[in-house]
């Protein structure tokens, strides 16, 4: 049974680097990860999406590890405005789609 | 501006009563999803549409219905069937091409129903 899990909460402080982790199993070698920013009463917000190895862009690193059983969002210097609940996504067999459960990240000054 | 667009922002009904959530899309998508989210977890799909006049459903369908008429629009009936249908309900919208899931989503509509 395909299924999406990642730590409920995390706290961090201004300036340090934050690591979320998402355990996806059964992932297909053609399924995407898809890292999600949401702030409370908003749709999320696309961060990064990748499927295999690593991924940068402008705000996010995604690290995808060659078993592909998990996956690492990484926020390089955070601050107080990345407080936030974060969502992976993933892809399961194309056309399945199931969310994680959300971490709730908490930047304190 | 292209985006995606739900209204009302806030809805309240009583039970019994049908109720349609609307979504809009100019963002030139294929697809369309509606989700809902429950306090402190995560979404639920509802209902998808890859193509005009084609939707299938989700996790989570009974008790909803949506039509697809126009490529841009996407509307969610909430029926009274639906147990406990008080929620924060998500719309999002992707292209078919070579990034299928990066879903853009609208700004959400709370439902309340007493």
């Known amino acids: 049974l395909a299924k999406t899990t990642q730590p409920i909460s995390m706290d961090s402080y201004e300036g340090q680097e934050v690591n979320i982790t998402c355990s996806h199993n059964?992932?297909?070698?053609?399924?995407?990860i898809t890292w999600y920013q949401q702030f409370p009463s908003q749709g999320p917000r696309f961060i990064i999406q990748?499927?295999?190895t690593k991924v940068t862009n402008e705000v996010a690193s995604l690290f995808i590890p060659a078993d592909r059983k998990s996956s690492t969002l990484s926020l390089p210097r955070v601050s107080l405005s990345d407080t936030a609940v974060y969502y992976c996504?993933?892809?399961?067999?194309?056309?399945?789609?199931?969310f994680g459960t959300g971490t709730r990240l908490q930047v304190f000054p | 501006d292209g985006g995606i667009t739900q209204s009302p922002k806030y809805l309240f009904r009583k039970e019994g009563q049908n109720v349609t959530l609307s979504c809009e899309q100019n963002?030139?998508?294929?697809?369309m999803y509606w989700y809902r989210q429950d306090p402190g977890q995560g979404l639920r799909l509802i209902y998808y549409?890859?193509?005009?006049?084609?939707?299938q459903k989700g996790d989570i369908a009974e008790g909803y219905s949506v039509s697809r008429e126009k490529k841009e629009s996407f509307p969610l009936t909430v029926t009274s069937a639906q147990k406990n249908p008080t929620a924060f309900y998500l719309c999002?919208?992707?292209?078919?091409?070579?990034?299928?899931?990066?879903?853009?989503f609208g700004p959400g509509t709370r439902l309340t129903v007493t």
């Open positions: 999002a919208s992707s292209t078919s091409d070579r990034t299928p899931y990066e879903q853009y």
């Open positions: 059964n992932i297909a070698t053609n399924d995407y």
């Open positions: 990748g499927y295999k």
């Open positions: 549409s890859q193509i005009v006049n084609d939707f």
């Open positions: 996504l993933v892809s399961y067999n194309t056309d399945k789609l199931i």
């Open positions: 963002l030139n998508h294929d697809a």
